[in-house]
């Protein structure tokens, strides 16, 4: 008899990251811990937490940190939740900076400006929040449904594996299969 223990994924998680660098690993941390044990396919987990370091990233590139705090000093907020349906969505909320959060088209040689084109990738839908203080929050909803089977499999059009095909006899070697052809080189 096989017992089953059913896990809930929190229904939400906050917390301030520090305005830099600093605080991202320890956020990609916290989150992957959290959602695996509740039960979110790792597909799901690797895609949202690649989504919240492209989104602590860019608000600390972009954004002002949140309150009266100056660049480098202050934090911005990383949310998660899982609601009652399986969605789960990510928010980053900064202070707000000169540009709205947009996806741009960089050159080839560029080293950044792909972060919202790798989420606008992997998500379902993303958006952009403002308040009345001027604080912008970026939301993403990573996965419709983490409870489905196929949550985070490759979505149509993205990647496609391609496979090379079953070599079975050397050319020109009649009644000689491929491995038989290595035999005598040990």
């Not at 741009?104 to 919202?116: E, N, Q, Y």
């Not at 009644?175 to 040990?186: M, N």
């Amino acid at each position: 008899m096989a017992l089953v223990v059913a896990q809930e994924v929190p229904t939400s998680s906050s917390m301030a990251v520090p305005h830099g660098p600093a605080g991202v690993g320890e956020a990609r941390h916290r989150m992957r811990e959290q959602l695996r044990s509740g039960g979110v396919s790792e597909t799901v987990i690797d895609d949202a937490v690649l989504i919240l370091s492209e989104l602590l990233s860019n608000a600390c590139k972009h954004g002002r940190p949140l309150g009266d705090a100056l660049a480098g000093d202050g934090d911005v907020r990383a949310a998660w939740r899982v609601d009652g349906g399986g969605t789960l969505t990510v928010e980053v909320t900064d202070g707000g900076g000169p540009t709205r959060p947009a996806p741009s088209t960089p050159s080839v040689t560029a080293h950044g400006g792909r972060g919202l084109n790798i989420i606008t990738a992997l998500a379902d839908d993303w958006g952009v929040r403002d308040d009345a203080r001027g604080e912008v929050t970026v939301w993403v909803v990573v996965h419709e449904d983490v409870h489905d089977p196929d949550a985070g499999h490759c979505r149509d059009g993205f990647a496609t594996r391609v496979t090379a095909p079953t070599v079975s006899r050397v050319p020109g070697m009649p009644g000689l299969g491929y491995v038989e052809a290595f035999d005598d080189l040990d």
